[in-house]
């Protein structure tokens, strides 16, 4: 009974703290920071943006033949949907990020944007571009491409400071914006 009571006193002062700081923070502006992640042996930068309800996890990673995994044929490189959406892989092994849960790649999936919206044409052509260029670096007519990935929402913080994050599932998502793929780091323009 002693330990349930203590149990429930730790709870409420843990909700008490999380209310008084989740309401603190809806005042704050969204702040955006780097920080130094170590996972997978390597240094890898990632950015997190402070957000209302949770942080954002985004990197910015270079894409090429070595990491870079086209699901299907040679023949089924060109299939992209119409609303720009498409799906690569990393090889598991040259991800920064740690996902201990998966045994084979990260999936990297690139949103679908929906046609009939306004300049979606725009958007869809940006997606359209970038899945090109991928398929350029497998077939060796460009040596990288730059992306960036948002690692939300399958990451998990180990530790606060130093940041160590990991994945929770096997998939990440390129990093996009009301439906458009952003190609950069840091706060929305």
Not at 77 to 96: A, Q, R, S
Not at 108 to 115: A, E, F
Request: proline share 4%; net charge positive.
């Amino acid at each position: 009974m002693l330990k349930t009571l203590l149990l429930v006193k730790r709870m409420t002062i843990f909700i008490a703290r999380f209310f008084l700081a989740a309401s603190l923070c809806f005042f704050c502006l969204p702040m955006v920071f780097a920080a130094h992640v170590v996972a997978s042996d390597q240094t890898s930068k990632i950015y997190v943006k402070k957000g209302r309800k949770q942080n954002y996890y985004h990197m910015e990673y270079v894409l090429t033949a070595k990491n870079l995994i086209m699901p299907g044929s040679k023949s089924e490189l060109t299939l992209i949907n119409e609303g720009g959406h498409f799906v690569v892989y990393i090889k598991k092994d040259e991800f920064p990020i740690i996902a201990p849960f998966c045994n084979e790649n990260i999936e990297l999936d690139m949103p679908w944007t929906k046609s009939t919206r306004i300049s979606a044409l725009k958007k869809i052509s940006k997606k359209t571009a970038l899945y090109q260029s991928l398929i350029d670096v497998l077939n060796g007519s460009k040596k990288e491409q730059k992306v960036i990935i948002e690692l939300n929402p399958n990451v998990r913080v180990k530790r606060k400071k130093p940041l160590e994050i990991e994945l929770t599932k096997c998939n990440v998502f390129f990093r996009t914006a009301r439906d458009e793929y952003v190609d950069y780091i840091g706060r929305l323009k």
